[in-house]
């Protein structure tokens, strides 16, 4: 599928090349047509993804992320701020850092 997918973008850049150097109208609507084609290929591996992962068990994918180390859940008091309260440190303003 993937090459399918490779394929039929590379065919969809040539396709916008030769559109935009010769200002062909025909030749747009065949970029149009891969577009749309590409389209619905994601949509059909997406959902063909989403079945098998919801076939394969209920954990949800963050389930990795929201334990801490030794395995455990994480606790409130485990968590760090964003925000240094060190005088020296980053500044509270990200947009100054």
């Known amino acids: ?24 109208t025909p030749m747009a609507v065949v970029v149009v047509a891969l577009a749309a084609a590409g389209i619905v290929l994601l949509l059909r591996d997406w959902r063909s993804d989403r079945a098998v992962d919801s076939d394969a068990g ?27 309260t060190d005088p020296d440190g980053p500044s509270s303003d990200a947009r100054a850092d």
């Open 1 to 24: 599928m993937v090459r399918a997918v490779l394929w039929l973008a590379v065919a969809g850049l040539i396709a916008l090349v030769i559109a935009l150097v010769s200002g062909s």
């Open 58 to 84: 209920s954990e949800s994918p963050a389930a990795e992320f929201e334990t801490g180390a030794s395995g455990a859940p994480l606790s409130p008091d485990e968590f760090s701020p964003d925000i240094s």
